[in-house]
Every structure is written in C-alpha cells, then in structure tokens.
C-alpha cells in the first residue's frame, strides 16, 4: 500500500499503476510475500480446492448432509450468516444518503464493499450447496409460486446487483471514467431505495422460510413473526458490522485515513446509541417468542440454557454495552458491544439453520470438516478482495481529483 | 376429553356412522358431506391404508420398484427386524411393528388372537397432500401438485436446493446425495398410470384390500363408516384426515398411530398457508417503503438547507471544511 513510486524514472504502464500499485510485475509479486498473504493464499486455495472437490465428487463426498438434514453450515453459515453480515451495505446507505447524516459518509463506501463482498461470497457458498446449480435460471422464470425461497433468490439477486451499481462509483473514480461516474453517482440514491426495499425483503424472508418447518425448528426459535426477527436482526448485524469493521479498517488501514478529518470514535458512539435501541427492542422480541409459543417450560432443558445462552450472552449484553458506551462516551466499550453483537446474530443464524433444527431428532448433523473448509475459505477470499480492492480504490478514502461534495 | 371442533366432529362422525353402517357406501358418502361440510380434496385420487388388515407381504415394495425401475427389494422377512426408511432407492417401505403392550384398544379385547395382535404392519410413502408443502416451497415448480390429486417432481427444473425436504411435515422428499446430478425422489403416485386409468402399482397388488384406492371424499367416507361404526376395533382417528390439511393417503388403525412411527407434531394446518402472513409483506414493503424513504430523504435535505442558511445568516461556517 506504500507509494514505491520515488525511483519510477521510466513511466509505468496502465496496469503496473492501477492493479500493482506502481510497482513492476517482479517488485510486485516481492512485496505479496508477507505471512498475512501467505495467509490468505492459503485460504484461497482451500475455497478452489473445495469447490473443485464438490463438483467432482458430489455432496455425499463433501459433506455430512442427509435425509434428515437437507441443510447444513453452507446454509446455515455462508448464506444465512454471511447474507446478514453483510448488511451494513444497506444500514450505512441509507444513514448517510436518506437519513442526512453526513457525519457517517466515510464508513459508507467501506460498508458497502463489504456488503458487495459478503453477498458474492454467499452466492458462492449457495453455488457449492446446490444439487443442479445449472437450474437455476428457473427461478427467474417460474412466477406464480407461493415459494418463499422464490422471494429470497430474486431479491439477492437485485440486491448484490444494486450493490454491485452502488461499488461503482469509487470503481469509476479509480479508472477516471469521470462521465459515467457522474451518472452512477446520481443513481446513488435510487439505488439506496432500492436497497433499503430488497434488503426488506430478503433479510426477513431468510426467517420465513423456516417457517414451513414448526416441528423441526426447537419452540424456542420458531415464532410465526419469524420474519420480523430477522428483519431486525439484519439491522443489528448491519450496525455491529459497521461498528466491528470501521474499528479494525481504522487500525490496519490507518495509512489510508491520514490527513481525512474523521472522528471515529464520535461515529462509533453515535453508532452504539442506534445499536442499543435496535438491540434492546430485539430482546424483548426474543422474550415475547416464548410467551407466545408458552415454551418458558423449555427453558429448564438444555434448549433452555442454550437460548439463555445466545439472549442473555449475544442479546442483552451487547445491548447493555452499546448503551453504557454510548451513554458514557466510550468508543471502546461500544466496540466490544460491537463483537458480541456480532457473534450473537451469527450465532442466531446457525442456532436457527443448523444447531436448533431437527432438534428431537437423535442422530443431530454434526458438519464435516470438509464442509469448514469451504466457509474458511470464502471467508478468506472475501478478505483477500476486500484487501485487494481497498489498497487501490478510493474506499477509504476520497479520491483528491472527485470532491466529496454533498 | 376437550371438546375440540376435531373431536366434535369425530363425535358427529361417529353417531352418524352408527345410523348408517348398512346403506350403501356412495349414499353415505353423500350423507357425511351434507352432515359436515365438504371434504377438501374430493374428487383427488386417494388410497385408504388399513393397517389393520396389512399382513407384511411387502408385495407393494415389490411392485412400486419395478413400476420405476428402481433395484428389487431385499426378499424374505429378516428385513422387516429393522426399521427402514424410504429413501433413493425405494419409494414405498413397509416396516413392522411391535405393538404388545399398546394401549387400551388392545387390552378391552383380550380373547382377539393374540399373536395376531401383537405386530402391525405400515406402509411409508408421500402422503400426497391435498396443500403439499413441498410443492409451495419449491421456487422451480420442480415439484408440481396436480389436480387430479399426484404430486409429481420433474428433475430438469430442480436447482436442487432442497428447501422442498425442509418444507415437508412428513420427512418424505429424500435426495441422492452420491450423484453428481441429483435428483430428489419421492413416490409419484404413479401419475402416469392414473392417467391412462389405471390403479397405482402399489394398490393393484395388494392382496389382502388393506389398500384401497378411489375418490378422496368416499375414501374418507369409507374409513368413517369403518373407523367410527366400530369404535371398539379402530382408533378414532383418521390419520390424514386433517393432517398437514388433508392429504390423499389416509391410514387408520387400531394402535395408536405413534405406535406405528407415524408424525405426532404435524399440524392441522395445511402448511401452505404458514408462510401467508410473510408472503404478504413484499407488496406492502413496495408501495410503502420508496414515498416513504424519498420522505425521509426530502425532510433531511431541507433540514439540511436550513442549518446552511442559518449559519450564513449568522456568518457561522461551523461544520464546513474549506
Ligand atoms: S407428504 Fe411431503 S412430499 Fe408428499 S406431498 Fe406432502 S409435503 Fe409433499
Ligand atoms: S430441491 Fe428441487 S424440487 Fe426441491 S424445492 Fe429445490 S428446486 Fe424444488
Ligand atoms: S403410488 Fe406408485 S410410486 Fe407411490 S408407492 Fe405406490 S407404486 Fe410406488
């Protein structure tokens, strides 16, 4: 990410400048040697593996899946989990595009490459877990279904591609394609509606597909208002992220922010109040879920300790925290909240999908290894790109030649 | 005993049966539709299974796996010492079932033959039903109810995502997880000999008439007439009667059917209609939410506008970098 551009005496070509950062091909491949890329080269190779394993070999070979249990953590971790992990995207966006609050327009790009990133990721995930992935373009033609899986694969699909448009605009400003940047940046806030619409849709429709499985799904999670639980789930991840995300981008990258006038820990604060509100309303939706479904006689059994577990440890908590900190002014404590807000939905998402599915069957899924292998490595690529992309384009930080003019 | 809609009508069921044991079965029919409102489904396809009268020959395994070329059934009674499920390679399973110390349907007739009495005998299979869910769940239309009563799976629309397993009350859909293409399988119900007339597989060798196959609403009819006009022999219940809201396979017994590994937590609902209420969010999230947030976005920029021209009017350039 350094500038190794004092002794460029001879001009550097187009792609040594954009994609090398303006190094030569041979310096370039010289500075990827660090333990981090060696890392994530790992990580990567672990994701290509995998996928040339699955499709060569088929999903009995790859993974723990059976009769009992058609899903497991590449549903259950890399779509419902890495979807509203992703959702920062949507929160930020329309913070600073239609809520009017400027202050949050640094973490904007870097909310949305991630979102972006996250959902690419999904899809791949999505991708390795299908039967016949090649059928997939029903989906798109098959209208008149009463499916809500029918719901969640159109409305992933339009919203990674108005993710997709809304990326653009920094992509322009690093190609210098000045005249379509202009037009993509007047879609922004289209774009963010129809963001805000899809994510809507999509994040509470990820809850209602469980909804056809009330047997299946342990009392304790399965609610008719499913959909309203992940709805606000996303929004919580959504902040969290933000919240988890701006912190790190602000340590690793801090080259990046030199010289920007950015009060992080003012944005953090601001940031925990939001988080709180969202939080606490979402504990007492959890509550609510066992006084409507009369299951506070499972909460004696190991079910029981488990939900307490997730609501008190993953709920409560960081709400707590994201009060405190926001209360008393400290960025830190909010930041914790951020991670225990963070764990807590991811830990929803599975204890839903994966953990509290087939509950009252005895031999429960346990998944394989093979099947970690595949998360771990999308996890990785995503970070590789996200990386990738950061280092080169204005994401964190605006490009001196477009003025962030509001 | 609560006094339920369900048992209400059983009770209605049962004293109207008793009244009508002798006529005959198509003016009976007619009688409990008058007595209690139509029956969902009734002209689908159906098959009563009496498990009473089953005796384990397992000649419908036999005949549901050459129908669809499926390998041959293991042979000889060892087999049924286990309990087996239907999976990619057998549509239809018989298991038995040992039901000594069953309840007290049982116990009030002790001179019965014992030996007899003491194993029962069911079929497994896609219940057919009349809402499946599986069919609603699938985005692909991969798996299709038909009118006439079958629902049918059609391989080069799946995307083989598998929901239609997660959506299914009865644990029925079962996927080949070994191919490299695969496919989810399930009984067909012979969809295509009903078409051209003909009597499932399964049915037409069954030769004890533990399987009868026929309109839904006289299939319903007849096991009534046998279920409620003997309430000393049978449960009183007819399992597919309500379950799932009413599906094409209907079983009854005289254990209790848990006793015969059949689902106890499947709902009376059909489960189409759980996901009603969420379908129902989009067209509400999509005329609402763009004049919604185009709201939010005007009254923020006029806020906006405001502050710019009140801190002009002050000469106050706080909060704007040069
Ligand atoms: S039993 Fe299951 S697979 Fe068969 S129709 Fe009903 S929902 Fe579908
Ligand atoms: S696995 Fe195939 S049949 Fe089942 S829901 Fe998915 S697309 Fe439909
Ligand atoms: S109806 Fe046909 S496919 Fe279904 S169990 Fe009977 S023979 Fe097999």
Redesign the interface.
Known sequence: MSNVNENALEPRTWFENKILLGMTGKEYVRSLLTPINMLAAFAVACAVFMFVWR?GW???AT?N????T??GIWIGFDMMTGIVLAAGGFTIG?TV??????DYAPIERPAILTGFLGYLMSIAGLIA????????V??MG?NG???????V?WCVMCYSSVLFLEFTVPMFEWLGWSRIHRVAKKLL?AL??LS??FS??HQ??L??????????LHPLWYT?YI?ILFFTTAVIAGISMVIVESGLSHKIFHAQFEGQ?VDADALTVGLGKAGAIATFAYFFLKVQTVTDNHAWGYLKTGWGAWWLVEVLGFVLLPSILYAYGARNRRARIVRIGGVFGVLGIALNRLNVSVIAYNWNIPNHYVPRWSEFVLSFGLVGLGVVLFRFIVNRMPILHPDPAYPQEH | MKLSRRNFLKVAGATSSAALVAPALARGAESHEEHIGAIVGADESSVLVDTTLCVGCRACEAACSEKNQLPAPPVGDKVLDKKRETGPTALTVVNRFDVDETGKELQQQPEGDATKRAQRFAKTQCMHCVAPGCASACPNRALDKKPNGPVTYDASRCMGCRYCMVACPFGVPKYEYEALAPRVVKCTFCADRQAQGLKPACTSVCPTGALTFGRRADMVAEARKRVYGNPDKYVQHIYGEHEAGGTNWLYISDVPFEKLAMKADVIDKPYPDLVKGALGVPPFVMTLWPPLLMGFYVFSNRRAANNAKHDAAHGDSEGHHE
């Not at chain 1, 595009?97 to 400027?102: D, I, N, R, S």
């Open positions: 499709f088929g999903l009995a993974t899946l059976d009769q009992n058609p899903w329309a595009e239609l809520f009017g609050l400027k877990d299908l039967g016949r992935p090649w059928n997939m029903f989906v098959s279904t009463a499916s809500v899986l029918f719901e694969a806030l963010t509606v805000v619409m809507t849709m509470s429709a809850g209602s597909l469980f909804l056809m499985a009330p047997g299946k008719p959909f006038h």
